[in-house]
């Protein structure tokens, strides 16, 4: 069975010791602001979503141009991951992150004063490639400083703020546009991400080795490793039937089963409630069971909610309550096997990880991005399209799984 070797990790990284109450405080005073720093990426697209019907009022122009300034932001920000990569290997965390942190901030002040959509559009995108940055560093920077179990618990974190954020963001937007105007919401996230700045300067060491002189480290050696483009295809492909229903969802929620926008908060906030609760339970299954049988777990899961969903949509059975139960299940699926399989991706030489972290989340906006397509083209015909494509990722993912219950040695922990 194969070995993949994380290698030695820098002393100011090594996993804390002491108290286990302590030890925990301190876990999370130093992944909140981590997590927080991929969640302002976020937010800065949700946060402004309810204005977008202001926007094409107050800068004279269309909805689909509009809507552009969602789309690119998307694209670039998708396309910045194999490029943030290349950069955090060359910069080193501590500048990257910088970088991208100045990049937020100084695109943020600029969407706020745009005098144009086409200048929002461009600012946007300038944005879209500053937040990059952070989705690549800080999983890498997790995965570095902590054992098996605790990257785990890290990495939940970060899932846990990258879905609570899509669920409350709109709602703060629409208290912002009470008070203020659209371009409010860019200058809230400009001050957040320079707030974030000092802990960033304080977490992340200033200089740290990420291979040897004169190693080669590329994409091409990268996707050599068979065992982390497996890892790869399956966080991306599970992210990515994710994304296929909750960009479906608006229009199943109000077209299919004939309700109003309510439900489909409804549906997030029964959603996203167990993708905590799994996610905050991740690790200690990770300690007790190893993180393949986490995979698995959640992967069952998994299966099973999408195959609700099928038989739902196959026997066109309209049931809100049933379609909530099955996505709840399913986000709890996610959060048992998203962090797990992350944690197992990272696994890689340290040379690699920011190459890896890169291409793994490119991937998985990329998956996304081609469900969330095709299944637009079948919204007409209901749920049972949707289910079936989600439930062809799902299989797909379980099947490439099959593969992959290895040993694993990591920071001298078999798992």
Not at 165 to 176: E, L, R, S, T
Request: proline share 5%; with cysteine.
């Amino acid at each position: 069975m194969p070995i993949r070797s994380a290698g030695a990790l820098p002393s100011r990284l090594l996993p804390i010791q002491g108290k286990p109450h302590r030890t925990e405080s301190l876990l999370l005073l130093k992944i909140i602001p981590l997590a927080a720093l991929t969640g302002v990426g976020m937010l800065s697209t949700d946060l402004y979503l309810p204005a977008l019907p202001h926007l094409a009022q107050t800068l004279a122009t269309d909805v689909p141009t509009v809507q552009a300034t969602v789309s690119v932001y998307i694209i670039v920000f998708a396309l910045s991951q194999l490029a943030w990569g290349w950069i955090a290997d060359r910069l080193g965390m501590r500048n990257t992150l910088v970088a991208g942190i100045a990049l937020q901030i100084a695109a943020g002040i600029a969407c706020a004063l745009a005098g144009s959509v086409y200048w929002l559009i461009f600012f946007r995108a300038v944005q879209g490639i500053g937040a990059g940055a952070a989705t690549v560093v800080v999983p890498v920077l997790l995965r570095r400083r902590f054992t098996d179990a605790e990257a785990v618990r890290a990495i939940s974190w970060v899932g846990i703020a990258e879905s609570v954020i899509p669920a409350i963001a709109p709602v703060a937007g629409a208290a912002i546009l009470l008070v203020a105007s659209w371009r409010a919401t860019f200058w809230v996230v400009a001050l957040l991400a320079l707030m974030l700045l000092p802990f960033v300067i304080w977490l992340v060491p200033a200089k740290q080795a990420l291979h040897e002189p004169g190693e080669p480290v590329n994409y091409r050696l990268l996707l050599r490793n068979r065992a982390f483009v497996r890892d790869a295809l399956i966080y991306g492909l599970t992210f990515g039937a994710l994304v296929t229903f909750v960009a479906s969802a608006p229009h199943l929620v109000e077209v299919w089963l004939g309700h109003g926008p309510g439900m489909f908060a409804l549906m997030q906030v029964f959603g996203v409630s167990s993708f905590i609760l799994a996610a905050s339970r991740g690790s200690a299954g990770v300690q007790r069971f190893g993180v393949h049988k986490m995979m698995q777990a959640g992967g069952y899961a998994q299966l099973l909610a999408v195959t609700g969903l099928l038989v739902l949509g196959l026997a066109d059975v309209r049931s809100a309550t049933l379609m909530i139960g099955f996505w709840a299940i399913f986000c709890a699926g996610l959060g048992l096997r998203g962090p797990a399989t992350m944690t197992r991706a990272l696994s890689v030489p340290h040379s690699m990880t920011s190459l890896a972290s890169g291409f793994l989340m490119f991937l998985a906006l990329f998956l996304s991005g081609v469900g969330t397509q095709l299944a637009g083209f079948f919204l007409s015909y209901g749920m049972y399209p949707v289910a079936l494509l989600m439930l062809v990722m799902i299989v797909g993912s379980l099947y490439l799984q099959r593969g992959g219950e290895a040993q694993v040695v990591i920071e001298g922990v078999v798992d």
